[in-house]
């Protein structure tokens, strides 16, 4: 018996009209592609790398500098700040002991770590220098001023990537100069690694002033030249440190001019 072959055409045009309505549907089941990535990070990151460098810039500069120190109610109070072409430097911090009637000059050499009272109204003994430790141990809390930090140690904490910390743009503060950054501490310790608040740089790293609660510290002209290394105020002695709180009140009934019954 002969055998019926179909023609090519009939075959074939089913499938023809199938491929695509298979090939649409295909391309429906496939996943859409995935956002763009938010940038937001990136931006943060950049921001934190910008401020890290204006503070290791900050570390190379050596100069000498007059900072105001303005904290509410209270007269504002001029500090010179040494950084020294030998890496060692000195902080001078009028009202900075015995709660503020005495003024004390800190000082970090290749020698250790020094506080160094100041002929004042509430010192007037002549200026001599007491070693705290070596020099990079920090200052105990009693005789801390804490007006130094922006200038010295607090600089180390802004160039290490691994310190929590939160760093945006900020507006510049009225009376400073500079580019800004508002610094927030991350850790849930109340041991922070520094003051939260607004710190400030020239390009070429000269810190022009900070804002925190403690108060606002600015430059107050331009910084002059640095010396070769930095002088203690004073001989070192072996005696006790002056503490940033003032001394208590005398009791009057222990006073040597007290009557006797």
Known sequence: MPVLLRPAGRVLGPLVLALPVALVACDSAQPSPPPPADPGPVQVDGT???????????QDRHLVAQYVFSRSGQP???IVFTSANDGSWRVDVPGGALGGTADVSLAATSDGLF??????????????CVRLGDRDDAIPRRLDPRIQHPLTDWLDVLTDRRAPLAVAVATTPKGLTGACYSVDSTSASLNAPLDVG???YDPDGTPT????DAGTLRLAAPPGAAPATVQLAGPVVDAEPLDTAAPPTPDPAFSPSAGTS
Request: aromatic share 2%.
């Open 198 to 200: 607004i710190y400030c």
């Open 76 to 78: 504002d109070r001029t």
């Open 48 to 58: 934190r790398d910008e401020l890290a460098a204006l503070a290791a810039a900050a």
């Open 209 to 212: 002033g900070a804002r925190t």
């Open 115 to 128: 506080q160094c009272a100041l002929p004042s109204t509430g010192h007037p003994e002549p200026a001599r």
